[in-house]
T-cell receptor
Framework: NAGVTQTPKFQVLKTGQSMTLQCAQD?????MYWYRQDPGMGLRLIYY???????DKGEVPNGYNVSRLNKREFSLRLESAAPSQTSVYFC??????????????FGEGSWLTVV | GEDVEQSLFLSVREGDSSVINCTYT??????LYWYKQEPGAGLQLLTY?????DMKQDQRLTVLLNKKDKHLSLRIADTQTGDSAIYFC????????????FGQGTELSVKP
């Protein structure tokens, strides 16, 4: 069972470079999310997509763009990376079933360093 | 406030009970969750509670929900060294597919 798969797992970027984090889920979930995790700050929502074809800003969207390519895939793009974007990024997806608590499932994380 | 609040650290002895507390913000939140994160790993769902419940028990885990005070707690009975991790509470705001907002996490340290 693959669940939520995100790539790359590790990346080092120079300031000003661009990159895209890829995420795919095989659980037929409608909703997908991108979070960043920084020490002492928990997880903060960057963008989310409640369903295919829609995206919405979360708590910290500045400096990022997203694309919900299809139901399976939700990518996060850094157009011009900054050191403040050094973080661990988590992709997640959730189902719509109330019996399962609308549970959110997370990928393994992508460690991004901007130098 | 807008934040989900948790204390940052908790230290207990092996075999004791651990209680991790959380204060959330939105009285209309539908589901509340507890996640566990071990070093270098992703987040693992431990349990969740629907907002119309006030308690849920799942083996060693007990979740208590006080909607009036917007307070959520996670009790781990007979805490083991393998329970050492960071524990996050989270609230789902809005309808299905809505945002999941996390607290800062509580680092639980279990001493033998």
């Amino acid at each position: 069972n693959a669940g939520v798969t995100q790539t790359p797992k590790f990346q080092v970027l120079k300031t000003g470079q661009s990159m895209t984090l890829q995420c795919a889920q095989d659980m037929n979930h409608n909703s997908m999310y991108w979070y960043r995790q920084d020490p002492g700050m928990g997880l903060r929502l960057i963008y989310y997509s409640a369903s295919e074809g829609t995206t919405d800003k979360g708590e910290v969207p500045n400096g990022y763009n997203v694309s919900r390519l299809n139901k399976r895939e939700f990518s996060l793009r850094l157009e011009s990376a900054a050191p403040s974007q050094t973080s661990v990024y988590f992709c997640a997806s959730s189902d719509s079933g109330q019996s399962s608590g609308n549970t959110i499932y997370f990928g393994e994380g992508s460690w991004l360093t901007v130098v | 406030g807008e934040d989900v609040e948790q204390s940052l650290f908790l230290s207990v002895r092996e075999g004791d009970s651990s209680v991790i507390n959380c204060t959330y913000t939105d009285s209309s939140s539908t589901y509340l969750y507890w996640y566990k994160q071990e070093p270098g790993a992703g987040l693992q769902l431990l349990t969740y509670i629907f907002s119309n419940m006030d308690m849920k028990q799942d083996q060693r885990l007990t979740v208590l929900l006080n909607k009036k005070d917007k307070h959520l707690s996670l009790r781990i009975a007979d805490t083991q060294t393998g329970d050492s991790a960071i524990y996050f509470c989270a609230e789902r705001r809005g309808s299905i597919g809505g945002k999941l907002i996390f607290g800062q996490g509580t680092e639980l340290s279990v001493k033998p």
